[in-house]
Nanobody
Framework: QVQLAESGGGLVQAGDSLRLSCVASGRTFTTNNLGWFRQAPGKEREFVAGTSRSGGKIRYDDSVKGRFTISSDNKNTVYLQMNSLKPEDTAVYYC??????????????????WGSGTLVTVSS
C-alpha cells in the first residue's frame, strides 16, 4: 500500500499563488509517477500535472501550462506551485500515485493510490 497526504490548500484571491505538497509513504517503490488532479463541485476529476518520481518526465494539462509548476524532491514528495490563480481553479486537489510505466498518464484510472485531497478556493 501507498499512503499520500496533501497539504497547502486554502482561500486566496484571483492572481495569488499557492504551493501544494504531497508526501508519499509506504511501498512507494511500487509507483513510478505522482500526479495532481482536481475535482470541482459537480464535475469529474481532471488531470492537472504529473511527474515521474525522479522528476525526469513532466506533463501538464493545457489549462495550467505557464501558471502551474510541478516538482519533486526525487524522493517521496511532490509539489505543485500554482501562480496566477483563477476562480476556475477552485477545486479539491488530489495527489495520486501510479505504477504506469509508459509516460505520465492523464487518466485517473491509471492512478491506484489517492490522498484525501486539499481544498483550493480562489475568489474573484
Amino acid at each position: 500500500q501507498v499512503q499520500l497526504a496533501e497539504s497547502g490548500g486554502g482561500l486566496v484571491q484571483a492572481g495569488d499563488s499557492l504551493r501544494l505538497s504531497c508526501v508519499a509513504s509506504g511501498r512507494t517503490f511500487t509507483t513510478n509517477n505522482l500526479g495532481w488532479f482536481r475535482q470541482a463541485p459537480g464535475k469529474e476529476r481532471e488531470f492537472v500535472a504529473g511527474t515521474s518520481r525522479s522528476g525526469g518526465k513532466i506533463r501538464y494539462d493545457d489549462s495550467v501550462k505557464g501558471r502551474f509548476t510541478i516538482s519533486s524532491d526525487n524522493k517521496n514528495t511532490v509539489y505543485l506551485q500554482m501562480n496566477s490563480l483563477k476562480p476556475e481553479d477552485t477545486a479539491v486537489y488530489y495527489c495520486g500515485a501510479s505504477p504506469y510505466i509508459m509516460g505520465i498518464s492523464n487518466q485517473s484510472s491509471r492512478y491506484y493510490y489517492w490522498g484525501s485531497g486539499t481544498l483550493v478556493t480562489v475568489s474573484s
